[in-house]
């Protein structure tokens, strides 16, 4: 069974760090792309960041790289956001999503195959 699962949101103040990770089952990674999305309250998602996983070539939603890193590890069949200095602008819902890459990667932020359930991100004092 084909299972992305996302972990490691929270609540955290601003300023704070989180990092979220993307757990990978039933399915290896090595011919995905895989991005992070957000989508806040009211708001539509947006493209948070995205990896290629098997060169690592990274990409960055508008304003993202400054504070966000994504990464992965080949071992471990998942990738991880490192996110800095948050700010409340960041609460959302997390999501990771996996791209088949058989006709290649095209546009980043569509046509993904496969979703996580989310994991909820609050930055809050």
């Known amino acids: 069974q084909v299972q992305l699962v996302e972990s490691g949101g929270g609540l955290v103040q601003p300023g704070g760090s989180l990092r979220l990770s993307c757990a990978a089952s039933?399915?290896?990674?090595?011919?995905?792309?895989i991005g992070w999305f957000r989508q806040a309250p009211g708001k539509e998602r947006e493209g948070v960041s995205c990896i290629v996983f098997n060169d690592g070539i990274t990409y960055y939603g508008d304003s993202m790289e400054d504070r966000f890193t994504i990464s992965r590890d080949s071992a471990k069949n998942m990738v991880y956001l490192q996110m800095n200095s948050l700010k409340p602008e960041d609460t959302a819902v997390y999501y990771c999503?996996?791209?088949?890459?058989?006709?290649?990667?095209?546009?980043?932020?569509?046509?993904?195959?496969?979703w996580g359930q989310g994991a909820q991100v609050t930055v809050s004092s």
């Open positions: 039933g399915f290896t990674l090595d011919s995905y792309a």
């Open positions: 999503a996996a791209k088949d890459l058989e006709y290649g990667l095209g546009y980043v932020w569509d046509k993904y195959d496969y």
